[in-house]
């Protein structure tokens, strides 16, 4: 029997590992056991009911006895409690408020002479030491911080944990290290990103809108990966392009760079016309014809 | 002792009462339909007229100054003339009381959809109708305060206190949120401009709440609530405690509604703890109210206007202890500008101020019209449509701004905003507003069956208009006063003068150094005044309601200066009459968003908004478009804008035009060359040169310092 106790002490104990690991004799035994203590439990409930009976058929004025002992307790446990209440609000009992009511009466309205409950006072109080303390704590020793040194605190945390972050992802992309890369999956992914942010001012395929055309060679701003994701990240704000580096998250910025780039030369429909300068692609890429194939199937991903 | 016979009035009060119907049930159906509004933008009916911004206003107006103000007078004019065993002044100044509180109702019902607004919320109507307020409001009090000189019961009651303090606090705060330079019949600019306005709206906003929606209601509860069980009221010395300290405490708090925004530091804190000292004397009402009970508590249980009684002051107790809470700056930082404090008011409004006016309604009707309620079975059924109502209203809206609250703030560990786009957590919690708005309608549909309930009361009998009573006059004083409080009881004029001292006290010591320090307002030397057509937008952006929705008040926290930009500074708001704070955000902040976008944006963002933000849930302003901008009026605004204060040149007034059609052509050439045409005077071009503006000039200044930076 102990060892059965034991082995199931330790299968409760780890109860994660208990319904995967393979040993099937722990847990017969375990519900045997589960079993067996239910039957058991179940007999003394019987065995008491059935003693009640008896000492009922056998004694009957114990129980009435027993009986009136309970009612009397639970009225007394009953006035214990409402007094305990009284006394937390103060209150007076009800048949002496005869003696409570005061010597005027407004169209029939009368007033009781009740004191104000105590712990109503004592919230007061403690309301009105809050005031004291809090405005000291603020205005008098200075030790709490104003909005303003609140705001710098959180600013600086929450660099600190982003430096940390991005230091330990491989994400860690900036307008200067950022890189073209032509591989279907980035090219997907900056689509995407494309679609749900920037198509409203660009067009759905990059043709311009409210913003520039994205699929000529000509550029406001600069036509190279970095140009673009310094563009995207920082915006120029004086021209209406937003700056996106607080929504999008720098790797997602070089995805969107990417995908702008292999928009190059796609003629959609509706082009807005060319703005900026002329800025040749890039010609010696080893992977350049390959590249109409890679936008195709980037674009049936991201569709 | 001579028994002197006279009448009470119950015709003013039955008028009153039916005024109370009627207008409840229009303030109620305008706010389910901007409840609509905010599920399903098609129910703006494309029409300028009846557009959420516009609408908004009429339904806080329709329910706070003719639903509860007409109960209140109802309440008063009945209670008062019973607890001073007189006849009520005069009857002529009570019929003009009467209706001229139905013209002003009817004057802001036609002015509020056309768009004449001052913006302050809770006090929208122009200054005709501000003028026309304090005449009626003084007719009121001269009323009043005649029948408490020809009473024939030595000391005033409790409810009493509370109506004086009513009186006099309301005029304080409606005149001096009134103060207003008038430019034309139907316009006027606030003399205060950015934080010092600010200060002096949201203590009138917030007092307005205190002694137009509280203190009225307990001094209606002191005489209904005993009258109603027939039982003596609890404590006479807690009568005194809570009255006094609430009347004194409240004026403090207003700044509560402006904590982390450019209002100076030590103000806000006086709002956070004064709120926080308020819970005790506002609690102390709800307990004399519940222990005034004590031992009619069988009652409650087949009386169903002892039951709306019971959910009123149980709702007055959890609104007075969640305002404090909501001042705390911890919550207060994720529950402003969400649907919190829709919900907290609603609570107030719909719980505390609606069920106690039902439960008078239901006493007295049937009282001055000498009969039975006609169905006690409809007045239970009311009792839980309206509970269930709600229940229905409150949580989900809680519900929605912690969603909404928690999605603004969350950032991913990059960095970057989770819900960078606003938009997305607005769609968010759009199921929960429909569940608000089933709230709302059940809450009607409870008004609607007590309406029937008593049109059939009434028509089963007839009104005693008069209604004889006889008190013995007024004896001479011949005892000594137990106390000085007893004393003070009896010297209504001196009662009025001390309460009027209790509530200057808080606001002084407020607004004082606000106004006169001005290192409480630190000046930013680039902000420079509106362009004239800046300023025209700018009352565009007032007609239609814009801050409504619209915030403009970047706090200093991570979770707004990322998604809006650098936080909102005093100094930058120096020349804005009104200021534009705002206090909800159902759309983003607009503070920074000059610059932002191109003119096209704004252009097809206001033409209908989906075509720059898909699923969006505000109305189009198409009109926008079509409507030329009046712009004779430039002269006048320009002139009264110096009166204020603003440093526009001397004689710029007849120049203004020339620069405001310069200005416009600019923005029209711009959307020309995006394929937009549009007329340059053109209401459109306007808001757009106004939102462009918005936030920019400190912008501007750091590229100048920049550039001076380099030349060195």
Redesign the interface.
């Known amino acids: 029997m102990n060892r059965i106790l034991i082995d199931a002490a330790i299968a409760a104990d780890s109860s994660s590992s208990f319904w995967s690991d393979g040993n099937i004799n722990s847990k017969i035994l375990l519900l045997a056991l589960i079993l067996v203590m239910s039957i058991v439990l179940i007999a003394v409930l019987v065995v008491l009911r059935a003693f009640r009976v008896v000492l009922q058929v056998t004694l009957p004025e114990v129980v009435e006895e027993e009986k009136k002992q309970k009612v009397l307790k639970k009225e007394l446990s009953k006035t214990k409690r409402k007094a305990f209440w009284n006394k937390l609000m103060g209150l007076r009992p009800i048949e002496e408020e005869k003696d409570q009511i005061m010597d005027h009466a407004y169209d029939g309205i009368e007033e009781l002479d009740n004191p104000t409950p105590a712990w109503f006072m004592g919230l007061f109080y403690g309301t009105i030491l809050f005031g004291v303390v809090y405005l000291s704590v603020y205005h008098v020793f200075g030790i709490g911080a104003s909005q303003d040194q609140e705001y710098a605190h959180e600013m600086a945390v929450a660099e600190k944990e982003r430096q940390l972050f991005l230091a330990s992802q491989a994400n860690n992309v900036d307008e200067n290290n950022v890189e073209q890369d032509k591989s279907p999956e980035t090219i997907a992914a900056g689509a995407a990103a494309f679609q749900t942010n920037c198509a409203v001012c660009h067009g759905d395929k990059g043709q311009g809108g409210i913003g520039p055309n994205l699929t000529d060679d000509y550029w406001l701003h600069g036509g190279d990966v970095k140009a673009i994701f310094k563009t995207i990240k920082y915006g120029v704000p004086d021209k209406g392009m937003v700056p996106w580096q607080s929504q999008l998250s720098p790797l997602q910025i070089a995805q969107v760079s990417n995908f702008i780039l292999s928009l190059r030369g796609t003629k959609p429909p509706g082009a807005k016309e060319p703005q900026g300068e002329l800025v040749m692609p890039e010609t010696n890429s080893p992977e350049e014809p390959a590249d109409e194939a890679t936008i195709k199937e980037a674009e049936e991903k991201a569709i | 002792m001579q028994l002197e016979k006279f009448n009470y009035d119950n015709k003013i009060v039955r008028n009153f009462g039916i005024a109370t119907i009627v207008w409840g049930i229009v303030g109620m159906t305008v706010g389910l339909l901007v409840a609509v509004q905010l599920i399903w933008p098609f129910m703006n009916l494309d029409n300028q007229y009846t557009t959420f911004g516009r609408v908004r206003p009429l339904h806080t107006n329709a329910v706070i100054f003719a639903f509860v103000g007409n109960a209140i007078f109802m309440g008063v004019y009945y ?1 008062l003339q ?2 001073l ?1 007189a006849r009520m002044f005069s009857d002529v100044l009570s019929y003009i009381h009467f209706w001229g509180w139905q013209l002003i109702i009817v004057a802001a019902a036609i002015t509020l959809p056309l768009g004449i607004t001052t913006s302050h919320e809770y006090a929208e109507l122009e200054w005709p109708i501000d003028i026309a307020i304090t005449l009626i409001w003084v007719v009121f009090g001269i009323n009043m305060f005649g029948t408490i000189i020809k009473r024939r ?1 030595r ?1 005033m ?1 409790v409810a009493i206190w509370f109506w004086i303090a009513t009186f006099v606090t309301v005029a304080v705060l409606h005149i001096v949120n009134s103060f207003e330079l008038p430019i034309s019949a139907w316009k006027s600019y606030y003399l205060y401009a950015g934080v010092q306005d600010a200060l002096v709206q949201w203590w009138y906003g917030h007092n307005a709440v205190a002694f137009f929606l509280t203190t009225p209601f307990l001094g209606l509860m002191y ?1 209904y609530l ?2 109603m069980a027939n039982r ?8 005194i ?1 809570h009255f006094w ?1 609430l009347i004194f405490i409240y004026i403090w708090a207003g700044p509560h509604h402006l904590l ?1 925004t450019a209002l100076p ?2 103000a ?3 709002g ?3 709120s ?6 506002s ?2 009402g709800m ?1 004399n109210g519940l ?1 005034t009970l ?2 009619a508590w069988d009652k409650v249980r087949t009386e169903p206007i002892l039951k709306f009684m019971v959910v009123s002051l149980t709702c007055y107790g959890m609104a007075t202890f969640e305002g404090p809470m909501l001042s705390l700056k911890q919550v207060n930082a994720i529950a402003h500008f969400t649907d919190w404090i829709v919900a907290h008011v609603h609570v107030g409004a719909l719980g505390f101020n609606g069920f106690m006016v039902f439960a008078v309604l239901y006493w007295l009707i049937p009282r001055i019209y000498k009969t039975e309620i006609y169905s006690k079975k409809w007045v239970s059924a009311h009792f839980w449509i309206g509970t269930l109502g709600i229940l229905f209203y409150a949580i989900p809206m809680y519900w929605a701004a912690v969603v909404q609250g928690l999605m603004w703030k969350e ?7 989770k819900y ?2 606003f938009l997305e957590t607005t769609l968010q919690i759009i199921p929960m507003h429909m569940m608000r708005a089933i709230g709302g309608a059940l809450y009607l549909a409870g008004v609607i069956l007590m309406t029937v309930n008593l049109a059939k009361t009434m028509l089963r009998s007839k009104l005693v208009a008069n209604e004889p009573a006889e008190a013995p006059a007024l004896e001479p004083i011949t005892k000594n006063e137990p106390t000085l409080h007893r004393r003070l009881e009896r010297k209504p004029i001196l009662f009025l003068v001390l309460a009027l001292i209790a509530i200057l006290i808080g606001g002084m010591v407020e607004m004082m150094p606000t106004f006169m320090i001005s290192s409480n307002v630190p000046t930013i030397s680039s902000v420079k005044p509106y362009s004239p057509l800046e300023l025209q937008g700018r009352d565009l952006y007032i007609r239609e309601g814009c801050v409504n929705c619209h915030s403009q008040m970047i706090r ?3 979770s707004e ?3 809006y930009g650098e ?1 909102s500074k005093a100094g930058e708001f120096v020349y804005d009459h009104p200021f534009l704070w705002g206090s909800k955000r159902t759309g983003p902040d607009l503070h920074r968003v000059g ?4 003119n ?2 704004h252009y ?1 963002h206001l033409l209908d908004p989906t075509i ?3 699923g969006s849930i505000m109305p189009a302003y198409p009109w926008l478009i079509e409507q030329e901008l009046d712009i004779s009026t430039t002269p006048t605004k320009i002139n009264a804008m110096r009166t204020l204060g603003v440093p526009y040149p001397a004689g710029y007034e007849d120049k203004a035009n020339d620069d405001l059609l310069k200005q416009a052509n600019e923005i029209a050439e711009d959307l020309k060359a ?1 394929q937009v045409e549009v007329l340059p005077t053109s209401e459109i071009v306007a808001i757009t040169a106004y939102l462009q503006r918005l936030g920019t000039d400190i ?1 501007v200044k750091a590229e100048d310092t920049q550039e001076v930076a380099k030349k060195d």
């Open positions: 209670a019973r607890l065993k019961e000391h009651y005489y005993p009258k003596p009221i609890y404590s006479y010395k807690l009568s405690l300290s982390y530091g030590w806000q804190s006086l956070v703890v004064f926080i000292m308020l819970i005790a004397p609690w102390g307990i222990l004590r031992g950032f991913t560990p990059e960095g970057v905003l960078p786009n200093p926290f991570r200066t990322v998604r936080f610059k932002k976008y191109p096209k944006w097809d720059t933000s898909p995006n912008k």
